[in-house]
């Protein structure tokens, strides 16, 4: 409850979850894991359901955010449809966790331990994603995806993509 200064009303507010949850980090986080905290710390929070998506909004860093901000405003004030956006987005994103692997460099003030765990993260997702189980899928995978980067187009259009 606050009261608003020009009339003297009390008026409910909705709870301010952002000292409950954390923001989320793409680079270190499941979003489906960090969703279901974020959906039991709002429960707790006691925040309406027509509030939930715009908490959520302010949680998250400014690449999703302007995911969002793609689709229509009934679509962005709806928390179900932020979440499949989301989740859609991280399911469909394997070959988004092999380029971050690949291409991750690290951090001048980060520390080698950092790095390694980051490396670490985007190669387990990218396993995952693929569903890769065994050593002689992880094998071809690695193999494969070293030949794409070094053939022609046409060659992997052709060749490696059958």
């Not at 003297?8 to 680079?27: A, I, Y």
């Amino acid at each position: 409850m606050r009261i608003e200064p020009t009339t003297g009303e009390k008026v409910k507010s909705s709870p301010n979850v952002h000292h409950l949850k954390q923001k989320f980090h793409p680079n270190v986080g499941d979003i489906s894991l960090y969703l279901t905290l974020f959906e039991r710390q709002i429960k707790r929070g006691k925040v309406p359901e027509e509030m939930w998506a715009s908490h959520l909004i302010g949680l998250l860093p400014n690449d999703m955010n302007q995911l969002i901000a793609r689709e229509p405003e009934e679509v962005t004030e709806d928390y179900e449809q932020i979440k499949q956006i989301l989740m859609k987005w991280y399911e469909l994103s394997a070959e988004m966790f092999s380029q971050m692997f690949i291409k991750h460099s690290k951090n001048a003030e980060g520390t080698w331990k950092d790095f390694m765990y980051q490396i670490r993260t985007y190669l387990q997702e990218w396993i995952k994603g693929l569903e890769v189980e065994t050593f002689e899928q992880l094998r071809d995978l690695i193999s494969t995806d070293k030949i794409k980067c070094r053939v022609p187009t046409e060659v992997k259009e052709n060749f490696i993509d059958e």
